[in-house]
């Protein structure tokens, strides 16, 4: 009887990607993603929330410090999240169980051992790479605590992300969601526990974070223990198969280093927020983690229809790729075209939530009105971003992972910092976002253009027959 039930799942998912209308589709893949994306941004805001109520400006600057190192280490876990997601949509879409079976072990058990190195890596380093992030004489000791806990805890915070990923792969969006909201809320109920009762602060917060990612970490192994998936994730599965690696790193490298680059632009503003003052450190990084609310709902619209992209490519079913990512595109831009409309109307109050500090609510609710300016662009942006990588189409994938940060916000910050200081650095960001959507745009049309021809030979054929 469970076996049955089992079967019953598998086929569900199989006919969401297959022939369920795509308005249907959307809202049954992208939903549950969404969902998790925004418990995950709660839980992001907890810390800053929690550690806000002691009013120090240094612990949440010293918070503001670590997060670009915790989004590298969540990017290694991308690397198989993405490449191993794309390839695995595309091998179902083509009816490959097997190898699809195959891909997913590969992802699996390398991101294993990338995010160990990348723990012992980073508690070899653990200084040199906070003072590269912006801490100061009055951050670093609050950036240690912090840091130390999350580096022994993020082989699980790079393993949730990448199997978060594989999940979504074949379809099994609740079940991702299910698990990145297990560790979500935890780590929520967690938080005011070490931070306040158990007096730990800073420290209180890692804690709190690590073992939110170990619960979400094991729901994910024993979905797949129970053979749940579609596909498999055993050791029998494993092989160094140069084409597998190959596909998953062509696509999940450039993605893995779009995260890496975001996370290096995060320092990089860091160190300029630094050279005015830590107060616009603290007032940058809670205005970030306020903005995330649009940008992470975006990323969860766009990773929930990435099962349906990469299937429907897979399947040559390109009308039925180009109307999924249409109707993304419009949900999402007026969902972030809402985001924004809010953050302005209530500047204050949203920095207030976080700290209670005049200073830096004064300089937070300057950065966050100049930052909505382009947050009607990022429906446009995100979706059109990981619709590349779920195509496994490499070049365009790179070019815009590395447009965003790397071609346009860091030389941004540099350039707008120097000619006009303070106004330039807030307005560096919203700048970057516009050329990274122009881009966008462009590389989907001229990949449209193409894609047109296969689309309409294959109607003439299916005619013909």
């Given at each position: 009887m469970k076996e049955a039930k089992t079967m019953t799942a598998k086929e569900d998912r199989t006919m969401i990607l297959e022939s369920m209308p795509v308005k249907k589709a959307i809202w049954a893949l992208a939903l549950p993603t969404m969902v998790a994306m925004l418990i995950q941004v709660i839980y992001n805001m907890t810390d800053t929330f929690f550690i806000g109520k002691l009013n120090d400006p240094n612990m949440v600057a010293a918070i503001s410090?670590?997060?670009?190192?915790?989004?590298?280490?969540?990017?290694?876990?991308?690397?198989?999240?993405?490449?191993?997601?794309?390839?695995?949509?595309?091998?179902?879409?083509?009816?490959?169980?097997?190898?699809?079976?195959?891909?997913?072990?590969?992802?699996?058990?390398?991101?294993l051992a990338v995010c160990t190195m990348v723990s012992i890596i980073g508690l070899l380093f653990i200084e040199p790479i906070l003072m590269f992030c912006g801490a100061s004489e009055n951050t670093i000791g609050y950036g240690k605590s912090y840091l130390m806990i999350m580096m022994l805890g993020s082989p699980f915070i790079g393993m949730q992300m990448a199997m978060g990923g594989l999940l979504r792969s074949e379809g099994a969006t609740k079940e991702s969601m299910i698990g990145m909201m297990a560790g979500s809320m935890l780590n929520i109920l967690l938080d005011p526990i070490f931070i306040l009762v158990l007096n730990m602060g800073i420290a209180g917060a890692a804690v709190a974070t690590t073992i939110g990612n170990i619960v979400g970490f094991t729901y994910y192994i024993i979905f797949y223990l129970k053979k749940k998936g579609i596909i498999s994730i055993s050791y029998k599965h494993f092989t160094f198969d140069r084409h597998i690696f190959a596909e998953i790193f062509k696509i999940g490298i450039p993605a893995s280093i779009g995260m890496i680059l975001m996370s290096i632009g995060m320092a990089v503003a860091n160190i300029f927020a630094a050279g005015?003052?830590?107060?616009?450190?603290?007032?940058?990084?809670?205005?970030?983690?306020?903005?995330?609310?649009?940008?992470?709902?975006?990323?969860?619209?766009?990773?929930?229809?990435?099962?349906?992209m990469g299937y429907s490519y897979g399947a040559k079913k390109y009308d039925?790729?180009?109307?999924?990512?249409?109707?993304?595109?419009?949900v999402g831009t007026i969902m972030c075209t809402g985001f924004a409309g809010i953050f302005v109307a209530f500047s204050e109050t949203w920095i207030k939530i976080f700290i209670n500090d005049a200073v830096v609510i004064e300089l937070g609710v300057k950065i966050l009105r100049v930052l909505v300016v382009s947050m009607p662009l990022l429906g446009v942006q995100m979706v059109l971003m990981i619709m590349f990588q779920s195509l496994g189409r490499t070049v365009e994938s790179l070019i815009i992972s590395l447009g965003r940060q790397g071609l346009f916000y860091i030389p941004a910050l540099v350039i707008f910092s120097s000619l006009w200081g303070f106004n330039g650095f807030i307005f560096a960001l919203p700048a970057a976002d516009f050329a990274t959507t122009f881009l966008s745009l462009t590389l989907f049309f001229m990949m449209r253009k193409k894609m047109q021809i296969p689309s309409k030979e294959m109607m003439r054929e299916a005619k013909s027959a």
């Open positions: 410090i670590s997060m670009p190192i915790f989004m590298i280490i969540q990017a290694f876990g991308n690397i198989f999240a993405i490449g191993g997601a794309s390839l695995i949509s595309r091998l179902l879409g083509k009816g490959e169980k097997e190898n699809a079976s195959q891909a997913g072990a590969i992802s699996f058990w390398s991101a005015f003052s830590d107060d616009v450190v603290a007032a940058n990084g809670v205005v970030m983690r306020i903005a995330s609310t649009a940008v992470m709902l975006c990323i969860g619209l766009a990773q929930g229809c990435q099962p349906l039925r790729l180009l109307e999924t990512i249409k109707r993304a595109i419009i």
